[in-house]
């Protein structure tokens, strides 16, 4: 027998065994010593989580310093879809049911399908959890966390949300804000922008975002720095302690250019008027056509900088509606009530023909071109021809021989037709049109802004070119264009807000201003009550300067001449019965009433106008739709808001009959 073989396997056991320790103990001193730090920075994620702390959002403020938006808290019980979908089908309906009971038992009446539309709600992104119940009290949050066992997938979050100080005023200005979908966080992901100190402002899946207005445009500014909060948790996911907190810090606080009691007397002024009006009837050549009435904008901007001093729209909607989410069936409603939007702001959006207060226009291009002089006259027989055999273009009455300053004052369309006619076969309308402004885009500092257009001959052919089947008919441009362009129809639209700035350059002497509905972005929570000319810069990280858009060439050759037509169209013209309570001896009116036609509808009433005429303070510009003239419904509403800047008493919503249709 071989003893040497015993010896030999126990030698290379030994040796297998030795070999296995030294393994297991170099792997114990690679853990241990090498892995140390990285291993411990595991174990530590494991018992702790990070949570992003959304910061408030800095306020709004008007132009005398007044706070129109500010920040609350919110407790607000939400539900993770995610989580929610792990349970059995059973166990969701009944999870849902006994939520909505438990609202209810808490003092809010809830239905079960309330909560399964709102948990469907394609809004909210699937990574997000979805707010179901917002402002709850202390007691219902005390219950459902003593209780999350029984809830699983709810939970209750303590936010900052919007509070508005003036409810439902300024809502198209100010937007709103809502959940980040998962398309924007991938955009703004890699430039969320930084805070005065320069740290970074990062996004959360269930971050809050401007989705509209200045909340929107002012986005960067007004959100805030978002804090940690380091908690430690249990093997069942539950928080223990906390473990470590950075607090977050608000946003740039914004201060408007808009005058928050201007903006309420604004909106007043076209809602009632509208209401005035709605339902009567308007008689004309082409038939009889009820007056809707279904929404309109006024405008009132500072002539001397841009600013712009209100903005109302009708109809609109309260910015509340939107703190903690709007249900789909809610946002559908504002969208589209009997074919009209309350989310359309028609300021900047809506682009209306201007009627006669595009004979502005009409007048410079004929005085700069040399067309006629201040003092040639045309004979006005309520009618003009053009070609042969002659097209006949109608008025509303004749006027016999007068120059340009009364064919302003009464809106005479035959005069206007004649320079039309000498104006045909150029672009000189068109150049002076775009001197004003129109026919593009304004720059304001809001979103989704139309630019309006005033077309040439070549423009209404490629028209046709590119869009056959919108513009199927023949685009040749003919003497009858000429014409319509020159009273404001057919070829051309315009914004109110584009109005309102040809006007404040008429009032300024020919600058024509970028709109500014901010004027400065101050520090998080500066002191308030600070009017925007205040020379107090302390809390000012930025102003937004005026910017001159275009110039027009207005000597007083120019100027003069359609100044003085202008202010006598509220005296002794189309809209005298509409001034005729107003004390103008030391607050003059320089002003143009429109009357654009609407195929099958009411016309659209315009009114553009500037005070007071010998220091021009503020341009006021408004447009009704399907109101009927323009010395009906458009200038009542102008006449409202001159008596409040002012200081005269305001007069009854009244409809007022027209001196003579424009």
């Not at 021989?401 to 309308?429: K, Q, W």
Request: proline share 6%; charged share 20%; hydrophobic share 35%.
């Amino acid at each position: 027998m071989d003893t040497a073989s015993p010896r030999l396997r126990m030698s290379v056991i030994g040796v297998v065994v030795i070999g296995c320790f030294a393994a297991l103990f170099a792997r114990l001193w690679y853990l241990q010593v090498m892995e140390a730090p990285s291993l411990e920075v595991q174990a530590t994620a494991n018992r702790t989580r990070t949570v992003a702390v959304e910061a408030p959002r800095g306020r709004i403020l008007d132009r005398n310093g007044k706070v129109i938006v500010d920040n609350r808290t919110s407790l607000v019980v939400t539900v993770d879809r995610t989580a929610l979908r792990k349970l059995p089908k059973d166990q969701q309906a009944a999870l849902v049911s006994k939520l909505a009971a438990t609202f209810t038992d808490f003092g809010t009446l809830t239905k079960t399908e309330a909560l399964d539309a709102r948990l469907a709600d394609k809004q909210y992104d699937d990574l997000q959890p979805v707010p179901v119940a917002s402002d709850v009290t202390e007691e219902l949050m005390v219950y459902l966390s003593e209780r999350a066992a029984e809830y699983p997938s709810v939970g209750v979050e303590r936010e900052s949300v919007r509070q508005y100080n003036y409810p439902s005023v300024a809502g198209n200005i100010l937007g709103y804000v809502g959940r980040i979908n998962a398309e924007t966080l991938a955009k703004v992901k890699n430039d969320p922008g930084v805070d005065p100190d320069g740290v970074k402002k990062e996004y959360q899946p269930d971050s809050t975002i401007g989705l509209a207005g200045v909340e929107a445009a002012y986005e960067k500014d007004l959100r805030g720095t978002p804090g940690t909060e380091e908690i430690e948790i249990d093997a069942n996911n539950r928080p223990v302690r906390k473990v470590s907190y950075q607090a977050p810090r608000p946003g740039s606080d914004i201060q408007l250019n808009i005058d928050i009691d201007v903006q309420m007397k604004a909106e007043e002024a076209l809602r009632e008027q509208l209401r005035v009006v709605r339902g009567g009837q308007q008689r004309d050549n082409f038939g009889v056509y009820r007056k809707n009435a279904p929404a309109g904008s006024v405008v009132v901007q500072d002539p001397n900088n841009g600013g712009v001093v209100a903005m109302a729209t009708y109809p609109s909607y309260d910015p509340a509606e939107f703190v903690n989410g709007i249900s789909q069936a809610r946002y559908a409603e504002l969208s589209d009530t009997d074919g009209v939007s309350a989310l359309i702001d028609r300021s900047i959006t809506g682009q209306y023909a201007p009627g006669s207060t595009f004979k502005l226009v009409t007048a410079t291009a004929a005085l700069d071109n040399g067309i006629i002089t201040a003092r040639d006259t045309v004979n006005d027989k309520g009618y003009y021809e053009v070609g042969d055999p002659p097209t006949r273009f109608n008025s509303t009455g004749a006027n016999g021989y007068i120059a340009l300053p009364r064919a302003l004052t009464v809106s005479s369309d035959v005069f206007f037709y004649y320079l039309g006619d000498r104006m045909d076969g150029t672009t000189d309308i068109q150049k002076t049109a775009t001197s004003f402004g129109f026919d593009a885009s304004t720059g304001i500092d809001l979103p989704n802004e139309s630019s309006g257009f005033v077309f040439t001959p070549d423009e209404k052919k490629a028209l046709h070119q590119k869009y056959p089947q919108a513009y199927p008919n023949d685009t040749s441009w003919y003497t009858g264009d000429s014409i319509q362009l020159a009273i404001g129809q057919n070829v051309v639209a315009v914004t109110p807000m584009q109005l309102a700035g040809a006007y404040s350059a008429l009032a300024n002497g020919g600058t024509v201003y970028q709109p500014h509905v901010v004027n400065r972005v101050l520090r998080p929570s500066s002191q308030i009550g600070i009017p925007v000319d205040d020379p107090d810069t302390a809390d000012v990280l930025r102003v937004i300067d005026p910017v001159v858009r275009s110039t027009v060439e207005l000597p007083p050759g120019t100027r003069d001449p359609i100044v003085e037509g202008l202010s006598g169209v509220t005296r002794s013209g189309t809209a005298a019965s509409a001034f005729s309570s107003f004390n103008q001896s030391t607050f003059k009116i320089v002003g143009k009433t429109g009357t654009a036609q609407v195929q099958g509808k009411a016309d659209t009433s315009v009114f553009a106008s500037y005070a007071p005429a010998d220091d021009p303070r503020w341009t006021v510009a408004a447009v009704l739709e399907e109101a009927g003239f323009g010395s009906e419904a458009a200038a009542p509403v102008t006449r409202h808001i001159y008596e409040f800047l002012s200081g005269q008493p305001a007069t009854p919503y009244t409809f007022v009959p027209p001196a003579k249709v424009d």
